[in-house]
């Protein structure tokens, strides 16, 4: 299963609303450590697909849901499970530090 797009227009369905914990990746196109990340939050996804939902959220695009998490510097993690926020990660984060929280949670 490849990454949603997490839009405020899906936020509620995509997130809020799911069975399965929620792995959201705030990024932007102009950011060297996201583009680094990529690849990593692209291998969690498949690696875990069945087990967690994994969401991309473009801060330029979606300034909402950026505000609302209160992302100031990027990429960051954010797990969610029940509609509620777990655990954050800001910065780049090797793979394993990424599975490790979603292990722990």
């Known amino acids: 299963m490849a990454e949603l797009t997490i839009t405020k227009n899906n936020f509620e369905k995509e997130v809020m609303k799911s069975e399965q914990p929620v792995l959201l990746d705030f990024w932007a196109v102009w950011c060297p450590p996201c583009r ?20 991309k959220v473009n801060v330029d695009e979606e ?12 990429p960051t993690i954010v797990l969610m499970k029940n509609g509620k926020v777990t655990d954050t990660l800001v910065g780049y984060h090797p793979k394993e530090q990424l599975a490790a929280i979603l292990e722990k949670n």
Do not use: C
């Open 36 to 55: 680094m990340l990529a690849p990593v939050v692209e291998q969690i996804a498949e690696e875990y697909e069945g087990r967690v939902k994994v969401g």
């Open 63 to 74: 300034r909402e849901l950026s505000a609302m998490f209160r992302v100031e510097n990027i």
